[in-house]
């Protein structure tokens, strides 16, 4: 097993995602963790709340561990996401890549978290002090 996806409404796991891709034969680990931050555009942020089209969005995840495997020397992929609301500090989303060599690596995280952002259907409502707005597309 190469690849592991999830979405989940329970809190995410960072050393799930790190102990999934440790190997004896990899000498390169890279994480992206994104976390809730508090400003926005210079507005305050009190929480965000991630919606997805779960089956497809498992789906278009899962396209994406299986091209890094293809197009980059990585021995496996983490794709973690969260649904529902999150406050400031918690984590929406963890990628884990581990391989032989660091750039492998860096590239393989670089290209699943650019590509989950332009193609998967998860949407994000940013909740502020003064109001509140959908990012990305409508659900």
């Known amino acids: ?6 979405i989940t409404s329970k809190k995410l796991n960072l050393q799930d ?5 440790q190997d004896a034969s990899c000498g ?3 994480l992206f963790v994104g976390t809730v931050r508090n400003l926005t555009k210079k507005k305050e ?6 919606s997805t089209y779960k089956p497809m969005a498992i789906k278009e995840m899962q396209k994406i561990a299986d091209l890094a495997l293809e197009k980059f020397n990585i021995h496996k992929i983490a794709i973690h ?3 529902g609301e999150l406050k400031i500090g918690e984590i929406p989303v963890i990628i884990a890549v581990s391989s032989a060599h660091r750039n492998a690596c860096f590239e393989a995280c670089q ?3 650019d590509t989950l952002k332009e193609t998967v259907p998860i949407w994000k409502k940013e909740h502020f002090v003064d109001g509140e707005v959908w990012v990305n597309s409508t659900p």
Do not use: P, Q, R, S
């Open 1 to 6: 097993m190469k690849t592991t996806i999830k």
């Open 17 to 21: 995602c790190y102990d999934f891709v």
């Open 28 to 30: 390169g680990i890279a």
């Open 45 to 50: 942020v009190t929480l965000l709340d991630f």
């Open 81 to 83: 996401h969260a649904e």
């Open 111 to 113: 290209f699943a978290i």
